[in-house]
């Protein structure tokens, strides 16, 4: 039932004129004259439809609009704006939205007010897809939990991210990720890694539960998955050929990652603890480097020894002591270098075709590696040279139990000596081993 409103004239202005009723159709519009800026707007209402009409201004822009009144006491008469005269609004297709307005009317629904309701869902939806986009997610999960707990995890978890789950989800809402997606995630990564794939749905399972729990998150597309891949625990070590051939083809790298390479071999630590160090760390005079603890996964500052060969690539990187300062491996002076897995395919590139050559042949397959195998080999070829394993740990940067008080303290100098013995012990054998397979040390 059509609401009961008589045609309800905009007010008498300088800016608006109103004149009798019309049949509004296109025939009406093609002969309208336009009012001068002078005169203002004018209205016409239509015949058919009461509350119709068409508002003609000085600019040469027909507008359909319906005017109405609500039944409450002291309801004033407004007017709604339909569109303005083309499509998607011809002069029928808008009679037939005023109708339906009308209609709301009739049964006590304001269209202005629904109208602003449903511009302002539509705003506050616009922002929650801002504020769920995945990147906007993962850095609050990072800021507001992993940062603001100080969480060992750092590293790890941005590595994986940036490396793996940031790029799959990229603008996506964090509310739109299904469970085949987070599965979809899982096998590609796993195609170059098992041991990715299953790190990758342990950060952003973890993620998930923390936005479940304080961001708004209904439910996590990770419930009910399991981890994709076993893993047994890696006991991978490289053979003396093998250290000699990976470092053979290290000078066919961009010089920031064969350095950083070098300095993982030589030293044993992990892959950010080298590729954050800078001058600042560095005492050539005392022959010390000191690993902030923020770098290192255990939290404290590690002390390792700079042996000739350590101290040769070190000066080989800058060899102007004017112009120590800042980062060492960087490619753009203000960030540590990265883009460490598409280095390792380029290692990998490498050694698969120095293999062919008659130099490594004929020692057999280059068995699958991570960097993270040297720090296995170091410790493995320590028990060889009968080396303590507290102070092979020592050079690992393991501590055993907690160390409080004084003992926490003197922790940095800590079996200080040893580790440069064993350190020197270590060069001696990477030294013997290149020379036993004719590759260039350092």
Known sequence: MIARTKPLPAPQTDETQVDKTVTINKRFIN????PSTEEG????????????GIRVNPNRSIVFVVQYRM???GAKTQTYTIGKYGSPWSPDAAREEARSLLELVHRGIDPIAQRRS????AQQATLEEVHYEFNAFADRYIDDHVKANDLRSLSDFQGTFDRDIRPFFQGKSVRQITKQDCKDLRSQIGQRSKSA??????WLNAALMWGIEHDGLESSPMLGLKRPFKEGKRTRTLSEWEIALLWSVLPQLAWQF??????????GLRLREVSGMTWEEIDLDRKE???PGARTKNKRDHLVPILPVFECLLTTIEPDPKLRSGLLLTSNGRTPVSGFSKSKAEVDVLIASAIREITWRNHGPFAPWVRHDMRRTLSTMCGEMRVPIAHAEAILNHVSGTLDGVAGTYWLYQYAREKRETLAKWEKRLEK???????AFP
């Open 31 to 34: 002969d309208i004259t336009f």
């Open 258 to 267: 064969a350095m950083h390479m070098r300095i993982l071999i030589l030293t």
């Open 197 to 202: 794939a299953n790190k990758a749905h342990k």
């Open 289 to 291: 480097w000191i690993v």
């Open 433 to 439: 081993i290149m020379k036993k397979h004719r590759v």
């Open 41 to 52: 707007r004018r209205v016409r209402w239509d015949k058919q439809l009461k509350g119709y």
């Open 71 to 73: 039944k409450t006491k």
């Open 118 to 121: 449903a511009e302002a869902a």
